[in-house]
Each structure stands twice: as C-alpha cells, then as structure tokens.
C-alpha cells in the first residue's frame, strides 16, 4: 500500500476513535459513539493487513471470524449488570494479546527489524510482555472477583509489598539479563543467526521466567483491592491494556497501533481520575488495599452498641415488626402530597433488575402531575455510566438523570426521595465519621429531604463496611427486600 495512502486512512482512523470517545460522554449519543469506535478500528485493522501484504492470509481470517463470533456470543449474552465483569475481561484479554505479540517478536521475528534497531525492539518487546502479562493476570482476578468467583474483600499476603517488591526487582535482573544475553554473550555473530527462528535455550528460559514473574505481579498485585475498589482498577487496567498495545506499536514500528493504544491509555487514567474523585480516594490507597475500616475512635465504633443492634435483626422480622402495610401506606400518602420527587438508584437496583419497575413507577407519578428527577451517583453501579444505562435501557429520559454535583443542592427543597438499592452513597457517616474508609467521600444528601423511602435489600453495611446511619433518621421509611418485590406495592397504590 502507498504509504500515503495509508497515513491518510490512519488519521481518520485515529479521528475516528477519538470523535467515538468524546460522543460516548453523554447516554444520547453513547450508541453512536460507540458504533463509530467499532468501525473505525475495523478500518485500522483492514487498513493495517493490508499495509502488511497479509490480507489474503486465510488463516488470519479464519481467526478473526472466530474471534468475531465468540466476541458477539458474549456481548449478546452479557447483561447490563455484568458489562464491569465483560470490561475487565477484554482488558485482560488486550494485555495478553500484547504479551503474545511480544513473545514472537523475542523468539522468532527479531531478526526482520534490521541490526540497528534491534536494541529498542529488544528493550519494547520486553516492556511489552511484562505490561500485558499484568495486564492479563490483573484482570482475571478483578474479573472473577466482580463475577464472585473469589472473595470481593481484599486479601494480604504476609509482607505483601515486600513480595511485590521483590518480584519487581527480580523482573528488573531478568530484563538486564535477557539485554546482556542479545547484544553481549553473542559477540559478532550475525544477527540472523542469534535471534532468527532458532532462539537458544537461555533465551526462551528467560522469556518464560520473565512472563511468569509478570503474570504473578499482576495477581498479587490485584488480589489486595476490595471488590468496592475494583471498578477503580479496572479503569487502571484498561490504560494498562492501552499502554501495552502502544509498546507493542512500538516493537514493530507500527505508528496506527502506537496511536490507538495510546488514546486507550489516555481515556483510561481519565477514567481512573473520575473514579477515584467520586470516591475521595486517591490511587495509592485503592491499590495497596487501605480503604477498610480504618483504626480510629469512629472506627471501633461504627459497629458497636445500637449500631449493632440495628443490623442484627433479620429482614422478615423488621417487616413484621413495623407493620408492612402500615408503611405502604405512609409512603403512598406521601406521595399523594409531594410535588417534587428525586429517585435514587443504586448497585441493588441493578442487582435485582429492577429498572422495569422504576419506569412504570416514574411513569405512574409523572401522570399524577409530579416533578421526577433521577440523582446518579458516579460510582452507584459499578463503572461510571452503569446506573445512567441502565435506565436509559428501561427508556427513561436522558435529561432528567442529573449528576452529584448538579442535583445535591436540590435536596434541601424536596418532598420526596425514593433511593433503590442504595448505601454507600447516601451514607451520611461520610461527613462525619473520620476513620472509616467513606470518611470524606461525596455522597448524595438525601438526608435533608423533607421526607426519605428507602427499599433496600437489608440493612447490613455496603462494601465500605460503614453502617448506613440514615436507616435511624426518623423521617425514614425504610422497607426491606428484594426491589423488584418492594417497589410492586407502592406502584399498586400510586
């Protein structure tokens, strides 16, 4: 192909990409965006074999379509509330397709790149395998732990950061010594016969050793972050996933896969800024696992004396206890006089499915002539975005879905809140208690609503650990149970 040609076609593939990302910032046009990125790396890839001369390559072809099937099965299958779980795979997957193209490149191909460039294909291709290997292994665990495979909470090894640390160091010796074994040990002979298709036995150890090592960096290295943390390192993973692509663009002087990995490397710390703000933690405390239940007075506290006693009870016997209907009919009276209504939903919502519901009974107040809104939270689901697709899935207006920090001063003025599925998010305790890890994290202030309905699955604490103190307020309704079972009677009578 001309080279002119297919620099003009890169740019627009690369036009492309970003233009999808930036339509991608809002529900209305997300679907759009996210269909010009799809065509636009179908071009970067057509564009890219045939640039190579490898586009009547039938087993390539007959790999694509597999891959292409088994990609379309999974997403067709996946639900909305798994799509955190799909992410974190096609990273893993990303950063393993990167660590593949970097082992070829060590034991077979080397040699192709000509002599005098040999020294930075090295030092990139092992950047390579050592970024995607982690990558790979780093988004299993966060995999599986979103998919509760694993356990969600954190798990330490004894002098974690040291093993992390020596395995670091040990990746560092092994890296100099797969440099020293190219450009030293083999003295003049040619490079041809040094690191063609007949690599020696030293430097396939060393490319094994090198991969495992990564492999178990990225799994110790994932294994301490909470399950409440993860879509923080998702994110992280994601620009990870980027940045090994971008090496790899680099170990075979491709500019196109240099471009494209590095605006995935981009959008994902941009991702993890957004991530890490909404939740008032910084990078470092999420990745060495330090957002538990902290130390201090408020600490011990959150789960002693009537805080404990609140949690103890079963659901089934809170219900009968506070007289269901009794309840029923508070909220529905409630209802009856509120003028303005703000909903809020959370990862129990998307846990029980429930956003069917939500739309027949957003539908059912907006005919009674009240005003609706919907405050999302930036980290309610389990990736920006999740609660706000979720809903748009069920048809819900885009311009009623109100961010944080658009709709939190309009708490003070309403009548009526309804959270779904909510706790962390809502939980006052972030403004006030210091030594728990929600200290400081900005929540939605449902509290000073006039008046508060809560349906929530139980009253046991979030992944934060902290006891949702807003369950003792007592202008709270607070009803228990399944969403979609509990949102049923309020819709019968609204």
Request: charge should be neutral.
């Amino acid at each position: 192909m001309n080279l002119t040609y297919y620099d003009g076609i890169s740019l627009l593939c690369i036009l492309g990409i970003i233009l999808g990302i930036r339509l991608m910032n809002s529900p209305k046009t997300a679907k759009y965006g996210n269909l010009l990125g799809a065509i636009s790396l179908a071009c970067a890839v057509i564009v890219t074999l045939v640039k190579n001369d490898i586009i009547d390559n039938t087993l390539l072809w007959i790999a694509i379509a597999i891959g292409g099937i088994a990609g379309y099965y999974l997403a067709a299958r996946v639900t909305m509330l798994k799509m955190p779980q799909m992410v974190a795979l096609l990273n893993g997957l990303g950063g393993g397709a990167s660590a593949l193209v970097a082992v070829v490149i060590l034991l077979g191909n080397l040699g192709t790149f000509g002599l005098s460039f040999a020294w930075f294909t090295v030092i990139t291709s092992v950047l390579a395998l050592i970024v995607g290997s982690i990558t790979f292994s780093g988004s299993m665990i966060a995999t599986a732990k979103l998919e509760q495979r694993i356990s969600q909470r954190p798990v330490y090894l004894k002098r974690h950061s040291f093993i992390l640390g020596l395995i670091s160091i040990t990746l560092l010796v092994l890296f100099a010594v797969i440099l020293h074994t190219y450009f030293v040990s083999f003295g003049n002979r040619s490079l041809g016969d040094t690191l063609g298709n007949n690599p020696d036995v030293l430097t396939l150890i060393l490319v094994i050793l090198i991969a495992a090592f990564s492999l178990l960096w990225g799994i110790i290295f994932t294994m301490r972050v909470g399950g409440a943390d993860m879509p923080i390192t998702i994110s992280l993973l994601n620009s990870m996933s980027g940045l090994a692509g971008a090496i790899t663009g680099f170990a075979i002087y491709d500019p196109l896969l240099i471009a494209v990995g590095g605006i995935v490397g981009a959008a994902g710390l941009i991702l993890t800024r957004v991530m890490c703000k909404g939740m008032n933690r910084s990078l470092l405390q999420v990745l060495t696992g330090k957002t538990v239940l902290g130390s201090g007075t408020e600490a011990k506290t959150a789960m002693s004396g009537e805080n404990k006693e609140l949690f103890a009870e079963s659901s089934e016997k809170q219900i009968e206890e506070d007289d269901y209907n009794k309840k029923i009919k508070k909220i529905t009276a409630i209802i009856a006089e509120a003028e303005n209504i703000i909903i809020v939903p959370g990862y129990g919502m998307a846990l029980a499915q429930a956003q069917y519901q939500v739309k027949v009974l957003y539908d059912k107040l907006m005919e009674r002539g009240k005003d609706v809104k919907f405050a999302i939270h930036p980290v309610a689901g389990r990736m920006p975005g999740h609660m706000n697709v979720l809903l748009a899935e069920v048809d819900i207006p885009y311009e009623i879905l109100y961010e944080l920090d658009v709709i939190n001063d309009d708490f003070d003025n309403t009548d009526l809140v309804i959270v779904i599925g909510a706790s962390d998010v809502i939980n006052p305790a972030a403004n006030t208690a210091q030594s728990t890890p929600i200290y400081g994290m900005p929540i939605l202030n449902v509290d000073r609503a006039k008046h508060i309905v809560v349906l929530n699955k139980d009253t046991k604490p979030g992944y934060s650990g902290v006891p949702n103190t807003i369950y003792k307020m007592d202008k709270v309704i607070l009803i228990l149970g399944d969403a979609k079972e509990t949102i049923a009677p309020i819709i019968s009578y609204v």
